[in-house]
């Protein structure tokens, strides 16, 4: 093992001697690679990394009501194949573009918003179908309040818009019904409703409580009417979050941009995110630098249900995480510190399934290894020696054979069946040397001291062992069925089988 160490830890000046505690978990790997795994290797209890459990940033307890207002909602677009996500979030994104003389672009942060005449917003994640709704609820940072389901008019309710339908149930986030393609003549919204309704969404016209709104994605037709909707879906929701205290948030998605350098979306749920504030998020962590919004906007500050593209970040978060504000540079880099550590641990325990599983693996190999000795002793295999003054002693007709196979497996296989033949009282088998592989020059040499038969079994001989076998008039049999194998065996005991006087 010190020798291992030494190998696996070249850049390093320690001496290794029995009592050094390793804690690099990748030189513990490669020490197992190297040793291996014959050892069992455990953390060292007394030396575990410390962790403090206070030293993580968490979220501050619920603000009191009066401190929470009015947001907006965030909403995520599903649906089925072709039937118009992609086409309405690009109509949406237009509209959002209120103010042209700005300069216009939008630019794609992950997240947008949508604007009303009325002030109202509504904030819609930008990637369309399951991939950003499950993102968004993995780790358990939910971001979406409302599902926008598009159904294609023409099309109907296919097995995607059941999938979403199920997937918006189980999270417990209310649909709205974006009946898409209304411009395509013959197109009946009734009969979506209705097989809506065979899956469990009823909409307002059949009664039920969930809002459809019939556009067109493509003409951008009644687009303002399903924000409209969305608003007041927040309001029946009361959708309300805390301005004030600390900036709670979800990464939407990171990138290192090949200007800006790294650069995340932030989609703020609590507080309000400015330039200068300290977040930390998953392992990443920022001192806010620059805000841009999805129109190219640089702000201030980014209230509840707002998406911001934030400059300023050390290391990358990753999509997903969650955002939680602390009040200092040495705090993020503390719980950095603590999160590292935790990460540590969980590979380290990680790490020791792995050895584990390694060891029983080494264990069986032990055993099959045991086996073949067992195999071995019960062939009467002879120890390196003179073998031929051993035979010259041996009076009794014998078969000695050498089988040789394409894996370990078939030698076995075929081992075991000898086994049965093996103490014949007239004639005794003698296996005397076995292996996986081609038929080589030792095993010519091994067959001819013994006087032996080579079975080859699903190998081959090369040219020059074939000449030489054939000089030394040893038999090569080959074959790729085990029972042929065996029947030729036996043939060559019945052969020696001694006539009876
Ligand atoms: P996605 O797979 O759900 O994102 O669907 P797309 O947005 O890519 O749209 C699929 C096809 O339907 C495209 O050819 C769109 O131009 C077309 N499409 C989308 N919305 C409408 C619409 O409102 N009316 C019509 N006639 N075609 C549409």
Redesign the pocket.
Known sequence: ILQALEFADKSSEINYNKDTVIHNPQIIRDVLKICGHRYKIVPNPDKEVEVDENKDAVPSPPSPPEALKPRPPVVCVM?H????????LDALRDTSVVDQEFGGITQHIGAFEVKLPSGDKVTFLDT?GHAAFTSMRSRGARATDVVVL?VAADDGVMEQTVESIRMAKEANVPILVAI??I??PGVNIERTMRSLAQHGVICEALGGDVQAIPV????KKNLETLVEALTLQAQLMELKADPGGYVEGVVIEALLDPRSGKQATVLVQRGTLRRGCVIVAGTGWAKVRVLTTAEGQSVQEAPPSTPVSVLGWRELPAAGDQVLEVNSEKRANEVMKWRHNQRMKERQAADLQIIEAKEAAHKAEYHAARAKKRAMGRYKLRPEGPRQKMIQEDTHPTLSVIVKGDVDGSVEAILDILETYDDHDRVRLDLVHFGVGPVTPNDIEIAEAFKAVIYAFNVDSPPQVNVEAKRKNIPIKKYNIIYKLVDDVKDEISVRIPKRQ
């Open positions: 649906g194949v072709d039937h118009g996500k992609t086409t309405l369309p598009v898409n393609k411009d395509k067109s994605a493509l003409k």
